[in-house]
């Protein structure tokens, strides 16, 4: 009889615990840019990131706090045509409460590439407070030269949500 009680009991813990819903979701593409020149060296690009996501949850009748957990699925750059200069890139995200962070990278970048498909950052650490309170998209662009006109990237990011 107590063995009965101990497996209902389980069961019933297991099924109140709540099912977890993944959504996937390809963000609108996100213009990253800085004002040139631009050193041989480490670059800095920006971009703004997070209503995306808000207005998806809307439409999923999700609310705020069903988002539990953020993961980068995929990412790209598109590079401008001044851009081929370039020897590797480093996406980080970053906002005024937490601490940057690095999601993708590229070392070495491809050459004649114009949409880089990025690697994936093995660790990601509590990415919903960065997509939900108005971070800012980082790529760092290592330049092997010199370039004077201003230019610009696009990042492509698909990312997977975690929703109770």
């Not at 539990?68 to 370039?86: C, F, G, H, P, R």
Request: hydrophobic share 45%; aromatic share 8%; proline share 4%.
């Amino acid at each position: 009889m107590n063995i009965f009680l101990y497996f209902i009991s389980a069961i019933f813990l297991l099924s109140s615990c709540g099912k977890k819903n993944i959504e996937n979701l390809v963000l609108e593409p996100i213009t990253l840019s800085a004002e040139g020149p631009y050193f041989e060296g480490p670059n800095s690009f920006q971009g703004k990131i997070g209503s995306d996501i808000i207005k998806f949850l809307q439409q999923k009748g999700y609310k705020r706090e069903q988002l539990k957990e953020i993961k980068i699925v995929k990412a790209s750059i598109s590079l401008d045509s001044l851009a081929i200069n370039i020897q590797d890139l480093t996406m980080q995200v970053v906002s005024e409460k937490e601490s940057m962070q690095k999601l993708a990278f590229i070392n070495p970048l491809p050459i004649g590439g114009q949409n880089i498909q990025l690697s994936i950052a093995k660790e990601q650490k509590a990415l919903v407070p960065y997509f939900l309170e108005g971070g800012t998209l980082i790529l760092d662009a290592n330049f092997l030269n010199e370039i004077e006109q201003n230019i610009s990237f696009t990042a492509n990011l698909e990312l997977e949500l975690s929703l109770k």
